[in-house]
């Protein structure tokens, strides 16, 4: 299981497998959610992108 660390500036690593598995971008919105002792990331959709499952 991948792993990160938190560096002083409270900022965090994203590991380079699960930026290309899910195709993250820089500057991409990211939710975040906590869960008692966990937290959740998940990327932010645009509109365009919402839409094109529509479509």
Do not use: W, Y
């Amino acid at each position: 299981m991948p792993t990160v660390t938190i560096f002083p500036e409270f900022q965090v690593a994203i590991p380079r497998a699960m930026i290309d598995a899910l195709a993250l971008k820089p500057s991409q919105k990211l939710q975040l959610v906590q869960f008692k002792n966990r937290i959740e990331l998940t990327p932010i959709e645009t509109m365009q992108e919402t839409q094109s499952f529509v479509n």
